[in-house]
């Protein structure tokens, strides 16, 4: 029976890196991670990189193993003296069914003629034991049935090595000028995933059919080995490991994180920058002078704001105590008030522009309430203002 070209696609490579593309560009979007990015962290960069080192089900390797036995088992023939007529036929045919694609006929036909190859060359050389054992080498029927991995084992790899993997780029994030971001990270875990997912979709496409890794589950040929007290440990480590990492996503999932919670409030110059040349600090009488007013909301909720703004005559004096200038306010004068609603991340820009009438120092200064409480402003942000007279 043919096997299903479809069914062997690499479609779960594919998947792994659509997922990756689509859950690092939602994140790098919305400047936040999500909960349904999680399998970026703790699955796919190990997936991948599982696929890559292993991009068959092992029928490859196994026929390689079988041909380095069989090479060997007619070196040892042919120094007995062994006719190996029949032997050949058997090796003609392994490989008309290895070029044809066939690769599990090929490993049978050599299974069984190594087999039976060694039988007769152990029959022959029974009378010198010790020259046997030292010429024929070990049977591949007493070695692994495969050189892959099953599924169950690929997807244990791939959450212990994703933990691992994203462990070890954070650190080294962390000794570059980037450091340990958001961006920086999701950047990261973006690139790493896909170079080594295009490496293993290659792998995966320059394999025969049959040596393609599939959802099929094979009846196994030869019977499993028994497990040793260390795989056993080792399994249940892997299984502690897994269960601990979906524990703590589930944990982070489901605890409700505390959210800092501020309001933004900053003064732009006159075209919307920070340049210190662009700000109002020297007029002369009457002369306009304007900047912008920026408030972000984010306290998490809809809040209504007002701004009061004051002229305020100050006066530097010296202090002999200190030895140092001290600002002493002289008059404050209450010359505009703002109100507006903003809803979470929003933002208010106001452009505002004032003139002062009289020569002297001044502080044009801008007081943020949340509303309804005028007991206390909220935040505060002041520019000094030297007014010069006329002439």
């Not at 962290?41 to 599982?50: A, D, K």
């Amino acid at each position: 029976m043919v096997p299903s070209r479809s069914g062997k696609a690499p479609w779960d490579i594919a998947l792994a890196l659509a997922y990756t593309v689509v859950m690092s560009v939602a994140i790098l979007l919305l400047g936040h991670g999500t909960i349904w990015a999680v399998l970026l962290v703790i699955f796919f960069p190990g997936y991948v990189l599982v696929a890559a080192l292993f991009p068959g089900v092992g029928l490859t390797s196994r026929l390689r193993r079988l041909i380095a036995e069989a090479d060997e088992l007619t070196a040892a023939a042919k120094r007995l003296k062994k006719e190996l007529a029949p032997y050949k036929v058997l090796l003609a045919q392994a490989q008309g069914a290895a070029q044809a694609g066939r690769l599990t006929e090929a490993i049978a036909i050599l299974e069984t003629g190594n087999e039976r190859l060694r039988e007769d060359l152990e029959a022959k050389a029974k009378k010198s034991p010790a020259r046997v054992a030292v010429e024929l080498p070990e049977s591949e029927r007493s070695g692994p049935a495969h050189g892959g991995i099953d599924w169950t084992e690929r997807l244990a790899l791939s959450f212990g090595l994703s933990i691992a993997l994203v462990s070890l780029l954070g650190l080294l994030l962390n000794l570059t000028p980037w450091g340990i971001r958001l961006e920086s990270i999701v950047v990261t875990l973006l690139v790493f995933t896909i170079l080594v997912g295009l490496l293993a979709y290659v792998r995966r496409v320059q394999l025969p059919w049959e040596d393609r890794l599939s959802l099929a589950r094979a009846r196994p040929r030869h019977p499993a080995p028994a497990h040793t007290a260390a795989d056993k440990i080792l399994a249940a480590l892997l299984a502690a490991s897994i269960v601990f990492a979906i524990a703590v996503v589930v944990y982070v999932a489901i605890t409700p994180r505390p959210t800092e919670r501020f309001t933004q409030f900053f003064i732009l110059d006159r075209n919307g920058t920070v340049d210190w040349r662009l700000y109002p600090t020297n007029l002369t009488v009457s002369e306009p002078g304007t900047v912008i007013l920026v408030v972000v909301n984010n306290e998490s909720v809809h809040v209504d704001y007002s701004v009061q703004v004051y002229l305020v005559g100050i006066e530097l004096r010296w202090n002999p105590t200190t030895e140092k200038n001290e600002t002493i306010e002289l008059n404050r004068t209450q010359i505009d008030t703002m109100s507006f609603g903003l809803d979470d991340r929003g933002e208010w820009r106001y452009r505002y522009t004032f003139a002062i009438n009289s020569p002297g120092l001044w502080r044009i200064e801008f007081l943020l309430f949340r509303l309804p409480d005028f007991s206390q402003w909220y935040n505060r942000v002041f520019l000094t203002v030297k007014v010069n007279a006329p002439g």
